[in-house]
């Protein structure tokens, strides 16, 4: 029990500490790529007051995975790790639309990249700690999935009616696929990242047995 609430208390840690940091990150970033604000404050009171208490929501009331053994270590890992990977390519992206010139229909595309990212990123925090996939039997829950689709009605609903206050200009349909499409990639990298994991402890047990 005591190892549960460890892993649960863990996660919720988890994903507002990454949404934040990398945020912080690219304030940093930002002027040297040539953009002032990438993200405003309004934005980020969006991302802090609904989708970060959303995602928070979401994990606390996802199933629970008996015989789970995580580390503050690995914690601190998974943060580092996929909040350089997101700084990187949020960066780099943000350079190539300056090189463009950046206007507020592509700052309205970067705000939703940003959230998106996040989004997809609960279901790797979600299986955070064991070679788990977000697919297997034991992972459904109709909860969590109902709680991440309404972020993304919710963030859907601020990029396309949130106006000025948002900075926000509504996407054409083209660029909310592509957007979601290529977001995702977050989740599969994840999902073959576990496999990996899985079938390197299957070759281990194997050696083990057959010794």
Same mark, same amino acid.
């Given at each position: 029990?005591? $190892?549960?609430?460890?892993? +649960?208390? !863990?996660?919720?840690?988890?994903?507002?500490?990454?949404? +934040?940091?990398?945020?912080?990150?690219?304030?940093?970033?930002?002027?040297?790529?040539? &953009?002032?604000?990438?993200?405003?404050?309004? =934005?980020?009171?969006?991302?802090?007051?609904?989708?970060?208490?959303?995602?928070?929501?979401?994990?606390?009331?996802? *199933?629970?995975?008996?015989?789970? !053994?995580?580390?503050?270590?690995? *914690?601190?890992?998974?943060?580092?790790? $996929?909040?350089?990977?997101? *700084?990187?390519?949020?960066?780099?992206?943000?350079?190539?639309? =300056?090189?463009?010139?950046?206007?507020?229909?592509? *700052?309205?595309?970067?705000? #939703?990249?940003?959230?998106?990212?996040?989004?997809?990123?609960?279901?790797?925090?979600?299986?955070?700690?064991?070679?788990? %996939? +977000?697919?297997? %039997?034991?992972?459904?829950?109709?909860?969590?999935?109902?709680?991440?689709? &309404?972020?993304?009605?919710?963030?859907?609903?601020? $990029? !396309?009616?949130?106006?000025?206050?948002?900075?926000?200009?509504?996407?054409?349909?083209?660029?909310?696929?592509?957007? #979601?499409?290529? $977001?995702?990639?977050?989740?599969?990298?994840?999902?073959?990242?576990?496999?990996?994991?899985?079938?390197?402890? !299957?070759?281990?047990?194997?050696?083990?047995?057959?010794?």
């Amino acid at each position: 029990m005591k $190892t549960m609430l460890r892993e +649960n208390a !863990q996660k919720l840690i988890l994903f507002p500490v990454t949404v +934040n940091g990398v945020a912080l990150g690219l304030l940093v970033l930002a002027p040297f790529v040539g &953009v002032r604000s990438p993200l405003t404050a309004v =934005q980020m009171l969006w991302l802090n007051l609904v989708v970060v208490p959303l995602g928070v929501l979401a994990l606390a009331a996802d *199933l629970p995975r008996p015989h789970v !053994q995580t580390t503050v270590l690995s *914690l601190v890992k998974h943060f580092f790790v $996929t909040g350089f990977l997101y *700084l990187i390519f949020l960066a780099w992206l943000l350079h190539n639309m =300056q090189r463009g010139g950046i206007g507020d229909y592509d *700052l309205s595309r970067f705000f #939703t990249i940003f959230a998106m990212l996040h989004l997809w990123n609960l279901f790797n925090i979600r299986c955070w700690g064991p070679a788990d %996939s +977000n697919f297997s %039997s034991h992972r459904k829950s109709g909860m969590f999935l109902f709680i991440t689709f &309404v972020m993304f009605l919710g963030q859907a609903g601020v $990029t !396309q009616w949130g106006g000025p206050l948002f900075r926000a200009v509504p996407l054409a349909a083209a660029d909310w696929v592509k957007i #979601t499409v290529a $977001t995702s990639v977050v989740l599969w990298m994840g999902e073959l990242w576990r496999l990996s994991l899985r079938m390197s402890l !299957q070759e281990g047990k194997r050696s083990a047995d057959s010794d």
